[in-house]
Protein backbone atom coordinates (compact mmCIF):
# COMPACT_ATOMS: atom_id res chain seq x y z
CA UNK A 1 0.00 0.00 0.00
CA UNK A 2 1.48 3.53 -1.10
CA UNK A 3 1.34 4.56 2.82
CA UNK A 4 4.51 2.88 3.58
CA UNK A 5 5.98 5.93 1.10
CA UNK A 6 3.92 8.84 2.85
CA UNK A 7 6.46 11.60 4.01
CA UNK A 8 4.72 14.38 5.87
CA UNK A 9 5.96 16.94 8.12
CA UNK A 10 7.07 17.12 11.72
CA UNK A 11 10.53 18.73 12.68
CA UNK A 12 13.23 19.49 15.42
CA UNK A 13 14.12 22.98 16.15
CA UNK A 14 17.87 22.91 17.71
CA UNK A 15 17.72 26.17 19.92
CA UNK A 16 21.21 28.01 19.23
CA UNK A 17 21.66 29.48 22.65
CA UNK A 18 24.71 32.05 23.42
CA UNK A 19 25.63 33.19 26.71
CA UNK A 20 25.76 36.42 27.88
CA UNK A 21 26.54 36.52 31.69
CA UNK A 22 23.62 38.67 33.49
CA UNK A 23 24.03 42.40 32.82
CA UNK A 24 26.10 42.08 29.91
CA UNK A 25 24.62 42.43 25.86
CA UNK A 26 24.65 39.08 24.19
CA UNK A 27 27.19 38.61 21.61
CA UNK A 28 25.97 39.43 17.93
CA UNK A 29 25.54 36.21 15.94
CA UNK A 30 27.52 36.11 12.70
CA UNK A 31 25.73 35.40 9.39
CA UNK A 32 26.53 31.73 9.58
CA UNK A 33 24.09 31.56 13.03
CA UNK A 34 21.72 33.97 11.63
CA UNK A 35 21.39 31.52 8.83
CA UNK A 36 21.34 28.50 10.62
CA UNK A 37 18.85 30.05 13.32
CA UNK A 38 16.39 30.78 10.21
CA UNK A 39 16.68 27.07 8.86
CA UNK A 40 15.67 26.13 12.42
CA UNK A 41 12.68 27.74 11.75
CA UNK A 42 11.54 26.49 8.33
CA UNK A 43 8.48 24.56 9.65
CA UNK A 44 7.22 26.82 12.64
CA UNK A 45 3.91 28.44 10.35
CA UNK A 46 3.06 24.39 10.43
CA UNK A 47 2.65 24.27 14.22
CA UNK A 48 -1.10 23.48 15.30
CA UNK A 49 -4.22 21.54 13.51
CA UNK A 50 -4.83 20.65 9.67
CA UNK A 51 -7.69 19.51 7.81
CA UNK A 52 -5.90 17.10 5.46
CA UNK A 53 -7.19 16.51 2.13
CA UNK A 54 -5.59 13.48 0.34
CA UNK A 55 -5.19 11.94 -2.94
CA UNK A 56 -2.89 8.60 -3.66
CA UNK A 57 -2.19 7.20 -6.88
CA UNK A 58 -3.03 3.50 -6.12
CA UNK A 59 0.01 1.73 -8.03
CA UNK A 60 3.06 4.35 -8.62
CA UNK A 61 5.42 3.74 -11.22
CA UNK A 62 3.19 0.50 -12.74
CA UNK A 63 2.24 0.06 -16.00
CA UNK A 64 -1.46 0.37 -14.73
CA UNK A 65 -3.93 3.04 -15.90
CA UNK A 66 -3.75 5.60 -12.83
CA UNK A 67 -6.28 4.89 -9.85
CA UNK A 68 -6.52 8.26 -7.61
CA UNK A 69 -7.50 7.29 -3.89
CA UNK A 70 -8.80 9.97 -1.32
CA UNK A 71 -9.06 10.52 2.09
CA UNK A 72 -9.90 13.08 4.28
CA UNK A 73 -8.58 13.85 8.59
CA UNK A 74 -6.21 15.89 10.41
CA UNK A 75 -2.59 16.54 10.73
CA UNK A 76 -1.62 17.57 14.09
CA UNK A 77 1.81 19.13 14.36
CA UNK A 78 2.97 19.60 18.13
CA UNK A 79 6.18 21.09 19.68
CA UNK A 80 7.97 18.84 21.58
CA UNK A 81 11.17 19.67 23.95
CA UNK A 82 10.49 23.40 24.19
CA UNK A 83 10.13 23.50 20.61
CA UNK A 84 13.21 21.95 19.77
CA UNK A 85 11.55 19.15 17.96
CA UNK A 86 8.53 18.67 16.88
CA UNK A 87 6.34 15.57 15.54
CA UNK A 88 3.44 15.33 12.70
CA UNK A 89 0.39 13.18 13.94
CA UNK A 90 -1.44 12.22 10.94
CA UNK A 91 -4.87 10.56 10.27
CA UNK A 92 -6.91 10.12 7.19
CA UNK A 93 -9.50 8.01 6.21
CA UNK A 94 -11.74 7.41 3.23
CA UNK A 95 -12.87 4.53 1.17
CA UNK A 96 -10.00 2.27 0.87
CA UNK A 97 -8.87 2.63 4.42
CA UNK A 98 -6.99 4.57 6.91
CA UNK A 99 -3.81 5.94 6.71
CA UNK A 100 -1.93 6.80 10.84
CA UNK A 101 1.45 8.05 10.47
CA UNK A 102 3.84 10.04 12.36
CA UNK A 103 6.31 12.16 10.80
CA UNK A 104 9.60 13.84 12.23
CA UNK A 105 12.15 16.22 10.66
CA UNK A 106 15.34 17.65 12.42
CA UNK A 107 17.05 20.11 11.54
CA UNK A 108 20.99 19.20 10.81
CA UNK A 109 22.62 22.92 11.45
CA UNK A 110 25.90 21.74 10.30
CA UNK A 111 24.65 20.50 6.72
CA UNK A 112 22.24 23.11 7.06
CA UNK A 113 19.43 20.96 5.82
CA UNK A 114 16.35 18.66 7.25
CA UNK A 115 15.91 15.30 7.19
CA UNK A 116 12.48 13.95 7.08
CA UNK A 117 11.21 10.61 8.08
CA UNK A 118 8.05 8.91 8.04
CA UNK A 119 6.90 6.15 10.15
CA UNK A 120 3.18 4.14 8.96
CA UNK A 121 1.97 3.19 12.82
CA UNK A 122 0.06 0.28 10.79
CA UNK A 123 3.38 -1.71 10.60
CA UNK A 124 5.64 0.32 12.65
CA UNK A 125 8.88 0.95 9.95
CA UNK A 126 10.62 4.08 9.21
CA UNK A 127 10.91 5.11 5.61
CA UNK A 128 14.53 6.02 4.55
CA UNK A 129 14.31 9.96 5.20
CA UNK A 130 14.32 12.34 2.59
CA UNK A 131 16.79 15.28 2.90
CA UNK A 132 16.57 18.75 1.50
CA UNK A 133 15.04 22.66 2.76
CA UNK A 134 13.42 25.33 1.65
CA UNK A 135 14.13 28.07 -1.34
CA UNK A 136 12.21 30.98 -2.19
CA UNK A 137 9.04 29.69 -0.19
CA UNK A 138 9.50 26.11 -1.37
CA UNK A 139 10.41 23.14 0.17
CA UNK A 140 12.49 20.56 -1.67
CA UNK A 141 13.45 16.85 -0.14
CA UNK A 142 15.49 14.26 -1.54
CA UNK A 143 15.97 10.38 -0.75
CA UNK A 144 16.97 6.98 -1.82
CA UNK A 145 13.56 4.34 -1.43
CA UNK A 146 12.49 1.09 -2.85
CA UNK A 147 9.22 -0.08 -4.87
CA UNK A 148 8.67 -3.48 -4.84
CA UNK A 149 12.34 -4.75 -4.59
CA UNK A 150 13.91 -1.82 -6.96
CA UNK A 151 15.37 1.28 -6.05
CA UNK A 152 13.59 4.25 -6.60
CA UNK A 153 14.25 8.52 -6.08
CA UNK A 154 11.61 10.33 -3.69
CA UNK A 155 11.24 13.69 -3.90
CA UNK A 156 9.05 15.08 -1.60
CA UNK A 157 7.32 19.17 -2.47
CA UNK A 158 5.68 21.35 0.47
CA UNK A 159 4.72 24.87 -1.23
CA UNK A 160 2.82 27.25 1.75
CA UNK A 161 -0.09 29.34 -0.08
CA UNK A 162 -0.47 31.57 2.41
CA UNK A 163 -0.65 31.48 6.60
CA UNK A 164 -3.65 28.82 6.85
CA UNK A 165 -2.67 26.51 3.51
CA UNK A 166 -0.04 24.29 2.39
CA UNK A 167 0.37 21.84 -0.91
CA UNK A 168 2.85 18.79 0.47
CA UNK A 169 3.55 16.32 -2.97
CA UNK A 170 5.56 13.52 -3.44
CA UNK A 171 7.06 11.63 -6.78
CA UNK A 172 8.60 8.66 -7.39
CA UNK A 173 11.77 8.76 -10.00
CA UNK A 174 12.71 4.92 -11.47
CA UNK A 175 15.31 6.20 -13.95
CA UNK A 176 17.56 8.21 -11.83
CA UNK A 177 15.61 11.33 -11.76
CA UNK A 178 15.31 12.23 -15.00
CA UNK A 179 11.34 12.09 -14.56
CA UNK A 180 8.36 11.88 -11.52
CA UNK A 181 5.71 10.61 -11.01
CA UNK A 182 3.96 12.33 -8.71
CA UNK A 183 1.55 10.05 -6.48
CA UNK A 184 0.83 11.27 -3.22
CA UNK A 185 -1.10 15.19 -2.79
CA UNK A 186 -2.24 16.74 0.20
CA UNK A 187 -3.46 20.08 0.45
CA UNK A 188 -3.95 21.20 4.20
CA UNK A 189 -5.83 24.04 5.70
CA UNK A 190 -5.60 25.26 8.70
CA UNK A 191 -8.49 24.47 11.06
Known sequence: MPQRRVLIACLSLLALTAGAAPGEAA?????????????????????????????VLAEPLSESPDE??????????????????????????????????????LYEPQSDRWSLTFANLRDGLLAPAVYGGFHDGVGEFYGDDQLDGRPIKVRFRIVRQGPDKARFEQAFSDDGGATWETNWIVVDRRS
Open 68 to 105: WLSFEGTSVVRPLMDRRANVVEFDVEGPAGRIEALNLR
Open 27 to 55: PIPSTAEAAVADGQRSFDWEIGTWRSQVR
